[in-house]
């Protein structure tokens, strides 16, 4: 398969002509309008041919740019090509293409950064009032018909620490600012951030961890994330903080996080992706009152579509200016 003189986000930029769109078969036809519509006010002279698995997927034909998420059968679909410059993943995530079998190092890549802004900080705020106020205690008391009072929690003053200040965490700190909460977060590269009140290297992450009241994780998986919020990492974190993990299954050790829930180093978990998906049945995190889980949904909304494609759409006009993508997928950092 010929990679038509493998570009990079610096070449001369190449026309958009043939687009190659990918996507589970139960979910095609649903999106199909949608997909037409936008990508032809973007690209009104571009052919745009849809697949829902491998078989309808045209035999030895070359396309520009294929726009899919990252599909158990991408690879066996790129196979089958005769050639592709770019390809753009209608995800954020992209860590399950490193163990697919497809050439990296010669096509363009990018990912749908920035689409998870407002449901995932959502999220994070729904799951910290859900336990700050207690509303699963009280969900069940209605259930029971029980009238029982008890003193509720407060976010004002408290401190929310962001381990990951990328786009969602970005979107997490101007809602945070709204509850009057004190915003902390890392960086892979320091720089102020708007609406956060301290941004600290990894080295310092101890001295906030002492002083948090909600650790929210919002960490790619990597090499150097898998496994990263662990039992020392959880040790380090005052007394009966509340964890909230909107991050990629495996940077959060879920033992781990039911000896802290068991020792009072937390009060409670909202998790939203775990080390195994879906969640086995026999797992020790179903059925505490102290967890709330949930399959992996934060990030949804009647939007991500939308958005997804217009994420390709600004890279698509930046390629056209011969400028470098704006969400680039980085075969170095790993995401």
Not at 81 to 90: A, E, N, S, T
Not at 139 to 153: A, F, I, K, P, S
Not at 216 to 243: Q, S
Request: contains cysteine.
């Amino acid at each position: 398969m010929s990679q038509l003189g493998a570009p990079t986000a610096q070449d001369t930029p190449f026309p958009i002509r043939h687009i190659l769109y990918l996507q589970k078969s139960q979910l095609l036809e649903q999106q199909r309008e949608l997909v037409s519509s936008l990508l032809k006010d973007a690209l009104p002279e571009a052919e745009i041919v849809f697949a829902g698995d491998v078989e309808s997927v045209p035999q030895g034909v070359a396309f520009d740019v294929v726009i899919a998420p990252t599909l158990p059968w991408l690879p066996d679909a790129l196979h089958k090509l005769d050639g592709y410059r770019w390809i753009h993943f209608l995800s954020a995530g992209v860590e399950k293409i490193w163990e697919m079998d497809f050439d990296k190092t010669h096509t363009l890549m990018t990912k749908s950064c920035g689409v998870h802004g407002a449901p995932i900080s959502e999220y994070v705020i729904g799951a910290i009032l859900y336990f700050t106020k207690q509303f699963g205690r009280f969900h069940d008391q209605t259930r029971r018909g029980e009238w029982q009072r008890t003193w509720l929690g407060e976010l004002t003053g408290c401190q929310l620490t962001v381990l990951g200040l990328g786009h969602i965490g970005q979107c997490l700190a101007l809602r945070a600012t709204a509850f009057d909460m004190r915003v902390v977060g890392t960086l892979r590269h320091l720089r102020p951030v708007k609406h956060v009140d301290r941004v600290v290297p990894w080295s310092l992450i101890g001295e906030e961890l002492a002083r948090t009241d909600f650790l929210v994780v919002c960490l790619p998986l990597t090499d150097d994330t898998r496994g990263l919020v662990n039992d020392e990492l959880l040790a380090k974190l005052k007394p009966h903080a509340l964890l909230v993990d909107i991050s990629r299954g495996g940077v959060v050790k879920g033992e781990a996080v039911l000896r802290a829930l068991d020792n009072g180093t937390l009060q409670g978990a909202a998790l939203d992706v775990f080390e195994q998906r879906a969640l086995s049945k026999e797992s020790r995190l179903w059925k505490r009152d102290d967890i709330l889980i949930t399959p992996h949904v934060a990030g949804t909304t009647p939007f991500y579509l939308k958005r997804a494609l217009g994420v390709f759409v600004e890279n698509l006009r930046a390629q056209q200016q011969g400028l470098p993508f704006t969400t680039p997928v980085s075969i170095e950092l790993g995401y």
